[in-house]
């Protein structure tokens, strides 16, 4: 079964919080019931990926951060270890 365009529409203009809060009052029919529930599934994940993609960009950047700091440290790294 998938979201009609008009319940999709609905719940979109509604946004995540309200369309809960419809759901668990009960003031939707079976149908939309189980659209609702299909709609806020996917921007759950869409929530989770985003959150993701967000964690292994800043994850990359940190990595490639601490090697250039590396990089830069080292002269005075090595000259120390020398003296």
Request: proline residues 2%; aromatic residues 10%.
């Amino acid at each position: 079964m998938s979201i009609r365009p008009e319940s999709r529409q609905k719940f979109e203009t509604q946004g995540v919080y309200l369309t809960q809060q419809n759901l668990q009052m009960g003031n939707l029919d079976g149908r939309e019931h189980q659209e609702a529930i299909m709609w806020l599934a996917e921007e759950e994940h869409k929530v989770s990926r985003r959150e993701a993609n967000r964690y292994w960009s800043m994850l990359g950047f940190t990595i490639v951060a601490a090697v250039a700091a590396s990089i830069a440290a080292w002269p005075v790294v090595k000259e120390w270890l020398t003296k």
